[in-house]
């Protein structure tokens, strides 16, 4: 009697054997690597398959081929620290007290109190690194090492912030004429100051530097999940480009710039693939604003966009976007649905199983976008674009297709070229003494106020447009926000 009444349990023990066996050598799932390329004062026409003319980008337009083209890709705000404030937080920058483009010694930066993308990986086992441009704050205390990057190499800021004349640098560097009002150009490796003064020469090799930087990051930690932010600071003025690039556009030096991206785009994609990673990464490639159009034949296209970086016409916040995930984002696609800058962070959160921050951040998740899942819809009600110290300035419903533009002053060459050969044409400033409705899905150049056949649109997003004066506030409606929060500021006399 004992024989039968034991098999049972012997059968219970073999099947928990097996089981346990098998879940010992069951493969656990690595998180996503997650590589964003952020490049600088790029337009929306600079890219091969957004149009370029006068040079080639063959690394871009294969990721675009094997990933998705994002056609109504927007960042928060048309100008530098803003925008990459965004990025990195999934908040409005001036939610945060973070406005335009933080100048060298600048007394505010990104809070301790803020969660950036780097922190927030970080909950998940992440190595994190930033090579290229920060410009959230160039003290100590908001340098990327202090806001959850592992390394750190490039610069503090724009690097036009400098003594921008070659004869300056041969100066000696404690020499009063080299100053002109800014701080030499540092080159930074972690909190380390590795260049103390860029010269022309040390920025021709930026682009190259960056590249080998990532490159390495990724073969060192091909093991474990990573974060890679590449901010690269061309094509901001004064342009610069390797010798291995140099005349080689018939754009000139500026399709050169554009190239040399290309090809460190290449170099990254192909480390990717050399360790094993490729189907594991999510590849994010777009630009902080769009092309500083009064550096003329220095500066890149917005085509068919209207005008350019420092307003909120398209020209300023819609910029080129490519993301590519091998079986995750279809190879091949092209979208012309609307998400912002903001949304990547709770995207990446939800991707990688991090918790996302206590405090209120406007980006939502918009995986279902990005995938091109039947009937995904943007969650968000409307996009707010703010610009100077806190104005808002447009309103855009969620969709991407109507636009209304508030009263408020902008500048524009009028129709008029830009500089040539680094020198910048000026700038005229015109008021949009009314608002204005534009249906971009008809009408992507912004040409034609249809406010007067859509009076309902117009009260729907004027609605949006006082959530957002009651939320965040408007200098220019002189309404101040409830949802604001205080960046990093250094006490008096701290640097």
């Not at 590589?35 to 006068?54: L, P, S």
């Not at 050169?256 to 192909?270: A, C, K, P």
């Not at 769009?290 to 068919?304: D, E, F, I, Q, R």
């Not at 910048?424 to 534009?438: G, S």
């Amino acid at each position: 009697m004992l024989v039968p009444q034991m098999k049972p349990v012997l059968c219970l023990l073999v099947v928990l054997t097996v089981n346990l066996v098998g879940a010992a050598k069951a493969p656990t799932v690595k998180p996503p690597n997650i590589v964003i390329i952020f490049t600088d004062d790029q337009g929306y026409a600079d890219v091969g398959v957004f149009g370029a003319k006068g040079f080639q980008t063959p690394n871009l337009d294969r990721m675009a081929s094997e990933g998705c083209i994002f056609r109504n890709f927007h960042v928060a705000q048309p100008v530098c620290s803003a925008s990459r404030c965004a990025l990195l937080t999934g908040c409005y920058p001036n939610r945060l007290g973070i406005h335009g483009a933080l100048g060298p010694r600048s007394k505010v930066g990104i809070s301790d109190s803020e969660m950036t993308l780097a922190q927030l990986v970080k909950q998940r086992g992440y190595a994190t690194a930033i090579f290229g441009k920060w410009h959230l704050g160039d003290s100590p205390q908001f340098l990327p090492t202090r806001h959850g990057f592992d390394e750190y190499f490039g610069l503090p800021y724009s690097n036009d912030m400098w003594p921008l004349h070659p004869d300056l640098v041969k100066l000696p560097p404690n020499d009063a004429r080299r100053k002109r009002g800014y701080p030499d150009l540092p080159m930074y490796d972690g909190d380390k100051i590795v260049i103390p003064a860029m010269t022309h020469e040390d920025q021709n090799q930026m682009t190259t530097w960056y590249t080998e930087h990532a490159v390495s990051f990724i073969e060192r930690h091909k093991d474990q999940p990573f974060l890679l932010y590449v901010a690269h600071n061309m094509p901001h003025v004064p342009l610069h480009v390797s010798d291995k690039f140099r005349g080689k556009t018939e754009r000139g030096l500026y399709g050169d710039v554009i190239e040399e991206i290309d090809w460190s785009v290449g170099q990254i994609l192909d480390a990717l693939k050399r360790n094993g990673l490729d189907e594991n990464t999510w590849v994010i490639f777009t630009s902080d604003n769009g092309p500083w159009l009064s550096y003329g034949n220095h500066a890149g296209s917005a085509y068919p966009l209207r005008e350019g970086k420092g307003t909120n016409w398209e020209g300023g916040t819609r910029e080129p976007c490519i993301m590519r995930w091998p079986g995750k984002i279809p190879a091949g696609a092209d979208s012309w649905q609307m998400f912002m800058s903001i949304d990547l962070f709770p995207t990446i959160a939800q991707l990688t199983g991090a918790k996302l921050p206590n405090h209120p951040i406007d980006g939502l998740d918009v995986w279902p976008l990005i995938t091109g899942q039947r009937g995904a819809k943007n969650p968000h009600p409307a996009y707010w674009f703010y610009y100077e110290v806190n104005q808002l300035q447009a309103v855009v419903s969620s969709d991407g297709r109507w636009k209304l533009q508030l009263p408020h002053t902008y500048r524009t060459l009028g129709g008029r070229p830009g500089g040539r050969d680094g020198t910048p044409a000026p700038y005229e400033y015109r008021k949009l003494e009314k608002a204005e409705l534009y249906d971009l899905g008809h009408d992507v150049t912004e040409s034609v106020d249809v406010s007067a056949e859509h009076p309902d649109i117009v009260k729907r997003l004027e609605a949006e447009a006082e959530k957002a004066r009651a939320e965040l506030g408007d200098a220019l409606t002189k309404r101040k926000g409830n949802g604001t929060r205080e960046s990093g500021r250094l006490a008096d006399g701290a640097m």
